[in-house]
């Protein structure tokens, strides 16, 4: 049981913190790390180590260690811990092998914004435990929000190119000083240290600035969306109806749970309420679920961005068919319906890439509306752009056979009904320009000729895109 104070201070943890998350770069220069060395192994005392003179790096030494002869760059670092070295060994090392030349790897490629060289977790304590969050890819990378760690004892180099000016984060970690003030980071990246483990075209910068909304923050990385898709290989899916996150850069097999809240939401203390009611349950072992706001544009029966709202998304996935991502969704609408006005929910559905949803009916009745109103708008254009021609505002080019059917618009009635008020219509100049009709596949061809027909029932039409004859679509 919780004493009152630590209840007190756990109270104050959630409330106080808004949501930002440490995240921590993984690679590192290190001489220890075997995965460093191209023969991957660190070299031992009749082994020759050479560091490529060009090679700009920081090389981070824990111990002490034997070599026989030791090649090093022109310009380039070791950061040596205490009692660290190194000796030269007269005669063999028998505890090394027959001796081979070992050389450093090269880092100078490992970019900022690659997803898959950085973790992230709640606190400092949960990235020392590996208790580590999943996000979509743009939110694997440091939002402006988060805090950045580069491990203690130990160095990297990182390219920190970018589409913007700079790399805003809240702070930054190396060596195990957290730096927070922006001048003295800068003051630091000018440092031989600085120099050597950051490079690129943009620097990081230290805003120190929290995410002062409760409810969480947008992550800010969306402009480098395509240097962070980049570097991205998508998996192949095989499950029914792929699932594409806001800030992923792959389609997923899972389920998305979209949340919308209102004041008293609190993103960090809803994220623990999770993990602790569901993720911790033995069947949602495997599960990894990212949750964070995004900004999804809004639609109008479909058609058209019409603005931004924010949202809460959560993604879950189970590396698997989905299954468990779909009953793990269930169960958090189901908690959220309860418990929505303690949370600040007010309202909350799923997708699931088996082709479930919490709004099958929903989702049906949009389909038809906007079916629906897609055929009536195709219907009213082929009435507006009959009655222009017929009204001799649009003029048919002279260079393209004429159209049969249209005499047939003569004698309809309905359509003579309509001519008096709407004399003056709009000059379309697609229709008044010969050259750019004839781009268009098969609209005016001779084969279309009698697409458009009427008839005293109605309108008829063929779809060129459905015409058999028509294959080649992409002419
Ligand atoms: C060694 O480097 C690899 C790749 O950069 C990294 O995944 C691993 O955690 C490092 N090993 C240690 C012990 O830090």
Redesign the pocket.
Known sequence: MLKTPDMLLLFFCLVGAADALHKQW???T?Y?????WDKKDVPCGNDIVWFPAQRKVSVFVETMHAVQEMRLPVGGEFILNSGAGFHVVTGKDPGCGAGVTTKFKDSESLQWFNPA?WQAAATLEDLQLGNFLFSVHEESVPCQHDDVVF?AR?SFRVDTSSSQSSVPVKSVSVLGKKFESSSEFSWYLISRSGLLQFHGSSAVTLRNQECGDLSGCDCGNSGNRQRICNTVTCASLSCKNPLLPVGHCCEVCGAIVTIRYATGFNLQTYRQRIRHIFLILPQYKSIQLGMSKVFKSQRLMGIGPFGTSPEIQVVILDGEEGTQSEDLARDIVKDAQSHGSNLGITDAEFQASSGSSSDQTGGNTGMVVGVVFGVLIVITLIIIVVFLIRKGVVQMPSSLPSLPSLSSFKRSRDVEDLGGPLDHGFDNPIFNNPSILSNVPGLYATETNNSISMTQTGVHFSNPVYDENETDLSA
């Not at 220890?32 to 460093?36: G, H, S, V």
């Open positions: 993984i690679p590192d290190n220890e790390n075997k995965t460093n060289l491990k130990s």
